[in-house]
């Protein structure tokens, strides 16, 4: 299974980004996916949870702003994220089970 994360980039506070997770060698229809992310001298956080069916679940730091979906048709999946703070500066990854990619940096900045 490979896990290709992409798109993330410069924003300024409250503006939004879309990144993606493109991937190989598994089903993302029949699989539930998890968003983390590492900022800057934390630790790993759990950004949050797609489940097979399509519902998704948030932590609460994200909760309202972030949107999780998928394009069962492309095998990818995407975080949509909006209303950007500087906390939310950080390298985000897509995983499945103990498969990760290998992040992509967001850095919200004036």
């Known amino acids: 299974v490979q896990l290709q994360a992409s798109g993330g980039g410069l924003v300024q506070p409250g503006g939004s980004l879309r990144v993606s997770c493109v991937v190989s060698g598994m089903d993302v229809s029949r699989n539930g996916m998890d968003w983390y992310r590492r900022a800057p001298g934390k630790d790993l956080e759990f950004v949050g949870f797609i489940r097979p069916d399509g519902v998704a679940n948030y932590a609460d730091s994200v909760k309202g702003r972030f949107t999780i979906s998928r394009n069962d048709a492309k095998n990818t999946l995407y975080l949509q994220m909006s209303n950007l703070r500087p906390e939310d500066t950080a390298v985000y990854y897509c995983?499945?089970?103990?498969?990760w990619g290998q992040g992509t940096q967001v850095t919200v900045s004036s």
């Open positions: 995983t499945w089970r103990d498969n």
